[in-house]
């Protein structure tokens, strides 16, 4: 199997290679400058095809590979100059030409050759010709942007571009579920996209471009061809198959319409085969393009969420998921100066989870085992309107609307054996968690230019949390000793119900000042107030029936909290020839106050916090970054309430009034080089956090039962995370990369009244290869290593992985995709190896609008997956089940 493979690419290898003339040599301008990033092409005059396309590098330097004993035609544009076509013909040798732009006459920047141009620049613009990249396999956007020199997508959905997650994701400059970018790289069909741009240094705000510094934000718009504009287009697919024992289902309809006025995107999904447009992590952390628009100001005040730890999927596998799925998107162009859009999304799914775990206390070795069957429902609603008025060129006003609801329900019947001091014990437990969680967050945001020195920005946003989580455990044992409770009970009900409530308002005001072209003031006047409310209750539910309430003040929370902080900051921004410095100060004045028990504690100071960011610019596309910030770290109310809170079964946690800020010290480098003369792409970043009086927590460990309570710590808590990827692309055909990434971390906690100490090294290794032929098969190698280091214990998971499609005969697709794990500890009592294999034939004839699938997902059934994880206590390792085996005949008919 190896020789053949070797063989295989040795072919694809020499066809590339054979029977070519290199054509290089320097774009210049008039005073024989270089000219990086100008596009030069060169059509073949007979087939009139484009044969080969380069972009210069910062020495102006371009090289083309050609057919011998050919006529061509060179196309050169570069900003603002005048295009430039030469005629060429080569035979068996090698040329060698320079070529001097004209920029006496301005030519629409060359939008000829750029519109032709596999790939192209203009300004902060890569331009992708979706076209040039497609093999015919490709089904949705996911599968056109892999194939992109510069792009990654990961299992999430998330697209990163030089090294930076797209923030926003848009078709013909419209945002597409603002928020998140899995819908559309999910659903957007590849044979309608014609362009796709990278905005790089992207702000909404045109008025602001440049006034900071945006060097972090990408943004991607996808640009249809003239065919979908104006029409409706989509598809519907329908799909049955079978499992080892029950029958398969999906059935899933997409719409989209777009034109200058508006645009409608609808995307729908029933099925039973394990697919999830919208899981519960994607839920929570949908953001619908909320920004932290007080990252400048120097104080972290999050709202933690009270979720009860419903359990979620690894990489969307579960022993049965079944989904029903809706979502609406739209934009609507009321006049020229305001536009209106939004998106509801509802999503209903029922998941079966079986997993087996270990969990092992570090300080005393105690273990607990537990065989898990877990039964989920989540029902998940999204909704989010927007509205932008931008009557001129100096004034904005927006305002959006996300609001949240969720209904979740869990059930777990478990089987749990406990090793404490080496004895063992054996029991049932039966669980069962409930929430329906509510948010309504608002923003309101005005900006407006007074003047080419002068600019005005007010933001606000408010969000308003309601959540309701209800535990209860059934157990034989009883846990804790809890004040008013009943012993002489068969099984032990614990239950608790708690509510919390948050309303949360940020508020701030930004004027600038350009002191010159090249630099600028920025004064800061802002505020965050938050009022919360929390109270819980714990019961038990005795034999027969009656409820036991345990009024005890000790298991009850009654507790408000109101949190101020009130700040004036400074920044200053210059542009000095190859560096971008930006020093910067808040003063801040805090204020909080908590009452309970009958009693308020209050506390106020205040506090000078600066930050500093500086841009080393190398070359145009080369960059250094250094980034420092000293913020104010604050818990909100969760970790406030003095009363016991059930974690779960066998974790008991109350609050401390008293805590007070932590405050964390980071420094982070970026280094970033993209070299579009041979598409090479080198990134790397690495980033210390120094956390001092960080809240940590005292915990008290009964056999496996844990209580525990926070607490300042004098001892700092430190974390080292980098990351370095190194990726090119060779001869057009050929993509490779490299990626390696580590994690260190350094805890304090006390346990058992005794400091420890707690350390972590996760590391992780990736390297892959793939080519990109139009009429040969298509084949990517790739190999990850990942090692978890846990406090003494180390872990290893070697996954090689390859992934093969081929489009032959202009009417066939064959997809698959193999990955193998081997999962082991060091000292190899943990020794597991399983693989997945899934392959997909679709026929479609040229020109038809129907298509047929015949696919198979898991065709080596594996039964189960292994993956650890780590606390600041102990170490945890699973095993969980997966679907089985299925192949699905479905039917797609495009619009």
Known sequence: MKNILFSVILLMTSITFAQTVRFDGFIQDEQKNPLEMANIMAVNNGTKAMDSYG???????????????????????????????????TNTGNIVQNIVMDGSGIELEGVEIVREMPVSIKGDTIVYNADSFKSGTEKKLEDVLKKLPG????????????????????????????????????????????????????????????????????????KLKEGKKNFWFGDVTAGIGVAELDSRYIINPK??????????????????????????QDYFKFTGGFKNMMKKGGSN????????????????????IETKFGATNFAYSVTKAWNISGFGILSASKTDLETKSQTTILDSGDQQKRDELTHQKNNLGLFKLSSTYKPNDKFQFDYDILTKLSKQDEDTDLLRESVVNDISSVETILTNKKQNPTSINQNLSLYYTQSDKNIFAFEMQHLYQDENPFYNANLRSQPFDLSGYITDQQRNDLNQDRFVKTNKLDAKLDYYYMVTPKSNINITLGNTYSYQDFNSHIFQMLDNGDRNDLNDSQNNNQ?????????????????????????????????????????????????????????????????????????????????????????????????????????????????????????ENIFANATYTKKV?????????????????????????????????YGRSFLKNYKASAVASFNWSKFNNIQNNILATTESFTQSYTVRASTNYKNFPNLELGYNALIN?????????????????????????????????????????????????????????????????????NLLNTKYLNDDSFSQFSTRVSQYTVQPRYIIFSMKYNL
């Open 55 to 89: 972009i210069t590098n910062d020495k102006g330097k371009f090289q083309l590979s050609l057919k011998p004993n050919t006529a061509y035609t060179v196309k050169v544009s570069y900003l603002g100059m005048k295009s430039k076509e030469i005629p060429i013909s």
């Open 559 to 679: 507790v408000k909290y109101n949190f101020n902080d009130t700040f004036l900051g400074f920044h200053y921004k210059i542009l000095s020839g190859k560096f971008t410095l930006t020093p910067g100060v808040s003063l801040h004045s805090y204020s909080m106050t908590n009452t309970q028990l009958g009693t308020d504690y209050s506390q106020s100071f205040t506090k000078v916090l600066p930050d500093f960011f500086a841009l080393y610019q190398i070359k145009k596309s080369e960059t250094l970054t250094y980034n420092f910030s000293l913020s104010n770290d604050f818990t909100d109310i969760n970790q406030l309430a003095a009363g016991y809170v059930l974690s779960d079964y066998s974790s008991l946690f109350r609050g401390n009034r008293f805590l007070e800020n932590a405050t964390s010290q980071v420094h982070s480098l970026r280094y970033f080089k993209y070299n579009m003369f041979n598409f």
């Open 301 to 320: 005040f999050n709202v933690s969420s009270n979720d009860l730890g419903i359990s979620i999927l690894r990489n969307n596998r579960a022993k049965e």
């Open 789 to 857: 280091q846990y406090s003494g214990s180390t872990y290893y998971t070697d996954k090689p992985f390859a992934r093969l499609d081929y489009y032959f005969w202009n009417s066939f697709s064959f997809v698959s995709e193999y990955e193998f794990y081997h999962y082991y500890n060091s000292d190899k009592t943990v020794d597991n190896e399983y693989d997945f294999l899934s392959a997909s034939l679709i026929y479609q004839k040229k020109d038809s609008k129907w298509e047929y699938k015949l696919s198979a997902t």
């Open 693 to 725: 009086d960080a809240i940590k927590t005292k915990a008290d460990f009964d056999g496996i039962n844990q209580s525990s309570v926070p607490y300042n710590s004098n001892l700092a808590d430190e974390t080292f995370s980098g990351m370095g990827s």
């Open 151 to 222: 792009v990654e997508v990961n299992a999430d959905g998330e697209i990163e571009v030089e090294g930076k997650k797209v923030s926003k994701l848009m078709v013909e400059g419209k945002d597409f579920f603002d928020g998140d970018t899995k819908l559309g790289v999910k659903n957007i069909p590849a044979d309608a996209i014609d362009k796709i741009q990278v905005l790089r240094n992207y702000n909404e705000v045109g008025a602001l471009k440049g006034l900071e510094n945006d060097q972090d934000n990408v943004a991607m718009n996808i």
């Open 255 to 280: 719409l989209f319409y777009y034109s200058p006025k508006y645009s409608i995107n609808l995307i729908t999904n029933f099925n039973n085969i394990g697919e999830l447009p919208l899981t519960a």
